[in-house]
């Protein structure tokens, strides 16, 4: 017994040390000395990833806190203590404080009323275990105080030491209440599992497939990049039963095949290359994958031209491109650095060899400038006469023209004999 009390304390002791940096940070602490001074029965934790990391010795990049206040208390106790805030989540309930340029989501305890798949009516309780049995996995539904005393009504702790990741209660009802839990679970699956899947969750998942449907596109690509910044695709994509049910729920991911098979260089560049040239990666070949991708997905102008671009250059039925310094030369002053970034980054990832020169090309161009055309409308009105207007125009194209396929060189005697009058 003594030998039990021993270990029990020391424990705890080791989870509370976890915490101290936190009990450090003023801004937390200015806000659970709000909460203590509001009223007696007022209470706030720590919950969801925040605790998860600090518990997995993790970086914690945002701090969530779940209390037993509804919103109008929550925003009277932010008040009273000047703290400014804004809500953030009206329909259920979450106020964002900000503090020293710092973020603090709090958020009422809740219960789900109804579900549809993708979002939930909900009332505000006072009941922490019925706060925890709406959340989606054990380890998720973790909370601490400020000291770090643990309330863990599923066992999430140990199931985070265990490597597991189960859903809290009845699994196919956690994954009807919202069908993103699905990608969620492949996320957590990768980042924390070490084990395989359970056969009954694998069970539960592929019969709910279809409700994915039912998910914005900006909610799953959100969580797709969440995969992404946590850089576990690839491990994911060595798992038989993750990689098949990604494949499902992204269909246009058809490369993703090809992730599994990187050369070592490649697989090496997979952590620094970032999610919109990931995106390229998965969907750029020689049909017209790209399109219904984009089509379906949000993705703004700018990214969606990128990607464009790099398909175009790869898969267009003109001439093969030839890597020179010529070509690399033209490519960066018409597309930007970017753009030729782009394109040494993709070769690296479809060559079946470890080709070290495309990484070279890409560190000698990093602190180049991009070549500048040394003509102006202004050079040619004056030498030819020339006014404004669309003859100008033409010239300035067929000199720059001229002075790209020349290696960028252009002079007094090349200008005059290509101005045409």
């Known amino acids: 017994m003594f030998n039990f009390l021993n270990k029990f304390f020391a424990s705890s002791n080791n989870i509370k040390s976890k915490f101290f940096d936190l009990q450090k940070n003023s ?67 979450t106020i964002t404080a900000h503090i020293n340029d710092e973020k603090y989501e709090i958020t009422p305890l809740r219960s789900d009323v109804t579900t549809d798949g993708r ?69 957590f699956f990768s980042n924390y599992s070490r084990t395989e899947h359970n056969f009954i969750t694998l069970r539960n998942i592929k019969k709910n497939l279809n409700g994915v449907s039912k998910v914005s596109s900006e909610r799953m690509l959100d969580e797709f990049k969440k995969i992404y910044i946590s850089q576990s695709l690839y491990q994911l994509s ?57 089509f379906k997905y949000n993705i703004s102008k700018k990214d969606q031209k990128r990607l464009i671009n790099i398909k175009s250059f790869f898969y267009s039925k003109k001439d093969t491109f030839k890597i020179n310094f010529q070509s690399l030369w033209k490519y960066y002053y018409l597309y930007g650095q970017q753009s030729l970034n782009d394109i040494l980054n993709f070769k690296i990832f479809i060559s079946k060899k470890n080709d070290k020169k495309f990484i070279d090309l890409i560190h000698y161009f990093k602190n180049k400038k991009a070549p500048v055309f040394p003509i102006k409308a202004e050079d040619l009105m004056k030498k030819f006469n020339f006014t404004e207007g669309k003859k ?13 396929n020349n290696n960028f060189k252009i002079n007094e005697k090349d200008i005059k004999k290509i101005v045409k009058y």
Not at 154 to 161: A, H, I, T, W
Not at 181 to 187: F, K, P, T, V
């Open 238 to 294: 060595l798992n038989r039963d993750s990689f098949e049910l990604l494949q499902l729920i992204f269909p246009q991911f058809k490369n993703l095949e090809k992730i599994k098979k990187l050369n070592p260089l490649a697989k090496e560049k997979l952590k620094d290359i970032d999610f919109i040239f990931l995106l390229g990666l998965l969907t750029i070949d020689e049909t017209d994958n790209l399109d219904y991708f984009l």
């Open 27 to 93: 801004s937390v602490k200015k806000i659970f000395e709000a909460f203590q001074d509001y009223s007696t029965d007022s209470e706030i934790r720590y919950v969801g990833g925040c605790v998860r990391k600090i518990l997995n010795n993790e970086k914690v990049d945002d701090i969530d806190m779940a209390t037993n206040l509804n919103p109008e208390e929550i925003k009277q106790v932010l008040k009273k203590k000047n703290i400014k805030f804004y809500e953030t989540g009206k329909d259920h309930g």
């Open 392 to 404: 100008l125009g033409e010239n300035l194209k067929i000199l720059e023209d001229y002075w790209i």
């Open 119 to 187: 979002h939930a009516k909900v009332q505000f309780t006072k009941d922490w275990r019925k706060d925890a049995e709406r959340r989606d996995f054990t380890i998720n539904s973790i909370y601490s105080d400020i000291n770090g005393n643990l309330f863990d009504p599923f066992e999430g702790k140990k199931d985070l030491e265990n490597g597991k990741v189960i859903f809290v209660g009845d699994e196919d009802k956690r994954i009807k209440e919202d069908y993103l839990r699905i990608l969620r679970y492949l996320r």
